[in-house]
C-alpha cells in the first residue's frame, strides 16, 4: 500500500510520534490507522522497558493550581538528562499529570506504594460484602481479588485513566514518552493539596 504524506500527518497528530516512526508504523501495519496507533504504543513500552532501571537524577518540578486557587498539585517528574527535563514534550507531561493527580486525587504513585492499611480496610470490606452473599469460598476469594484489582486501578497514579483521553492509563502516556525520547523517565513524588480537604 501506498503510505501517503497524509497519512503521515494524521498519525502524527494523533500520536505526537517523529515522522519516520509514523511512517514505519504505517508501512509494518498496511495503512490501518489503528493498528499503527498499537505498533507504535508497543514501541513506546518496548523502549521504556529497556530505559527502566537507568537513573532519573534530572527533572522538573510542575505545579497545578484549579481556578479559584482553592486545589493545587505539586508533582517531581525524574528524567536521565538535563536536555530533555528542558524539552517542551516533557514538561507538558508534567503539567497534564499535575493537572490529572487535581481532577482524579491518586492515593500513591503504584499500587506497591498504596498503604497496607488502607489496603487492609478495603480488603475488609469486599470480603464482608462477599460473604454475604452467601457464596463458596474459592468464589469469594476471586470477588475479593477482583474488587481489590479495580481499587488499585482506581486509586493508584499510573494506572488510573488519564482524564484528557480515558482510552489511555498515566503509564501508558509515560511509555510513549519514553520512546519519544528514549530516555527513562519517572514520577517520583507528588502532593496535592486542597483548602478544607
Not at 37 to 65: H, P
Amino acid at each position: 500500500m501506498n503510505i501517503t504524506s497524509q497519512m503521515v500527518k494524521e498519525l502524527r497528530d494523533k500520536t505526537n510520534a517523529g515522522m519516520m516512526d509514523c511512517k514505519k508504523a504505517l508501512t509494518e501495519t498496511n495503512g490501518d490507522m489503528e493498528k499503527a496507533i498499537d505498533f507504535l504504543r508497543q514501541k513506546g513500552l518496548a523502549v521504556a522497558q529497556k530505559r527502566a532501571n537507568r537513573a532519573t537524577s534530572e527533572g522538573i518540578i510542575e505545579t497545578y493550581i484549579h481556578a479559584g486557587g482553592k486545589l493545587g498539585v505539586m508533582i517531581e517528574v525524574g528524567c536521565e538528562t538535563d536536555f530533555v527535563a528542558k524539552a517542551d514534550v516533557f514538561k507538558n507531561f508534567a503539567k497534564d499529570v499535575a493537572m490529572h493527580i487535581a481532577a482524579s486525587s491518586p492515593v500513591a504513585i503504584t499500587r506497591e506504594e498504596i498503604p497496607a492499611d488502607l489496603v487492609a480496610r478495603e480488603k475488609d470490606i469486599y470480603v464482608n460484602q462477599a460473604n454475604d452473599s452467601g457464596k463458596p469460598a474459592n468464589i469469594i476469594e476471586k470477588i475479593v481479588d477482583g474488587k481489590l484489582d479495580k481499587f488499585f486501578a482506581d486509586v493508584s497514579l499510573m494506572e488510573q485513566k488519564f482524564v484528557k483521553n480515558p482510552d489511555v492509563t498515566i503509564q501508558d502516556l509515560l511509555n510513549e514518552l519514553v520512546g519519544k525520547l528514549g530516555e527513562n523517565i519517572s514520577v517520583k513524588r507528588f502532593a496535592r493539596f486542597q483548602i478544607g480537604g
